[in-house]
């Protein structure tokens, strides 16, 4: 089966730009997350969406991050404006459902702020 | 708050070596903790979970309540195994969410 797919793989910007990634989960997976990977640390869970709607958003940067999932399938996460502590792997994974005990993640996109 | 730690950034061993890669979480219920490795220039991956007490790729790891740890064992390491290794916790909130340690990188050298 094909897996996740995110684009684009890498991204330059400087700060106060506007930027956003696309997710695009594997066939019949209704939940989708959006992680955030700081160089050094484990993924960070920014938000999560069981179809069309979003399941934990608790630490999303609200003020300038923003993500939608429309159709239940691909989703969108954007960033407006960023900054400097942005700069990080931004990774996209999907699972049956949210009782499901296995995460299937995409490739990531590695995004730079200077 | 739930919390995991990994306490080693990287861990060197020689191929044929025993392996134990830290985790330690904070969770006062029943918890539900995972592994996942990533190898080089490949994806996030599933090693392994408590509830299925599989051995894969003769990798093992035994929750323990007491100690609060969920550590990662292989008796003989090889090349292959060099990767970068995540213990995972998941949340309690049903939401499926998973909590992350920092990673331990495991070198294992010829």
């Known amino acids: 089966e094909a897996g996740v797919a995110q684009s684009p793989r890498y991204k330059i910007i400087e700060k106060r730009q506007s930027v956003a990634f696309w997710c695009n989960p594997i066939?019949?997976?209704?939940?989708l997350y959006w992680y955030q990977q700081i160089l050094g640390q484990g993924p960070k869970l920014l938000i999560q969406f069981q179809n069309n709607g979003v399941v934990d958003d608790s630490q999303l940067p609200k003020d300038r991050f923003s993500a939608e999932r429309l159709k239940g399938v691909d989703s969108t996460l954007k960033i407006q404006p960023a900054k400097l502590e942005d700069s990080a792997v931004y990774l996209c994974?999907?699972?049956?459902?949210?009782?499901?005990?296995?995460?299937?993640f995409g490739p990531g996109t590695r995004l730079t702020v200077l | 708050a739930q919390r995991v730690t990994q306490p080693e950034k990287l861990l060197s061993v020689f191929k044929g070596a025993p392996v134990e890669l830290k985790c330690n979480y904070s969770?006062?219920?029943?918890?539900?903790l995972f592994w996942y490795v990533q190898y080089s220039r490949q994806r996030l991956q599933l090693l392994l979970r408590h509830i299925s007490r599989e051995s894969i790729k003769g990798f093992t790891a035994d929750l323990n309540k007491g100690e609060t740890s969920f550590h990662l064992k292989k008796p003989f390491a090889q090349e292959e195994d060099s990767a970068m290794y995540y213990c995972?916790?998941?949340?309690?909130?049903?939401?499926?969410?998973?909590?992350f340690g920092q990673g331990t990188t495991l070198q294992v050298k010829p």
């Open positions: 995972a916790l998941k949340s309690p909130s049903n939401t499926g969410k998973l909590i």
């Open positions: 994974a999907s699972s049956f459902t949210t009782d499901d005990n296995e995460q299937f």
């Open positions: 969770y006062s219920g029943s918890p539900e």
């Open positions: 066939s019949g997976h209704a939940t």
